[in-house]
């Protein structure tokens, strides 16, 4: 009885200790992520987003507040909305025609633009 109680105390102090070393934080990682902004703002480099300037003008914040209005994805206020977008997009040609994963048909080297009813879309 004496040899069990040996073994698993041995166990158990040895689970605690392993315990420890697994759960204990290490702070090295943090400590050289630190130094390397420091140096890096020291040298002059910009790290967060807050430390740069976008800036641009009306007309080019109009231009995209337009273009990102102008989706066929956004949400449709009445039927005939719907419908008009249902129709347009009846004869929309697949742009990102999928041939495998991560592989997509390069559209402008293609002799035909099929949309989806098969019809040639390119100009004659």
Sequence with gaps: ??????????LAAGGVLCAFLLLRSDSSEQKALEKTRRDLRRLGFKIDLTEFNFPTSDELR???????????????RNVN???RRSALLQNMPDLMAAVGS????????QDKLP????ENLWPA
């Design 62 to 76: 109009a231009r995209a507040a337009a273009l990102t209005n102008a989706t066929s994805f956004t949400v449709p």
């Design 102 to 109: 991560d592989v997509a048909l390069v559209i402008w080297k």
């Design 1 to 10: 009885m004496k040899a069990r109680w040996k073994i698993t105390t041995g």
């Design 115 to 118: 949309d989806h009813s098969g």
């Design 81 to 83: 909305d719907f419908n």
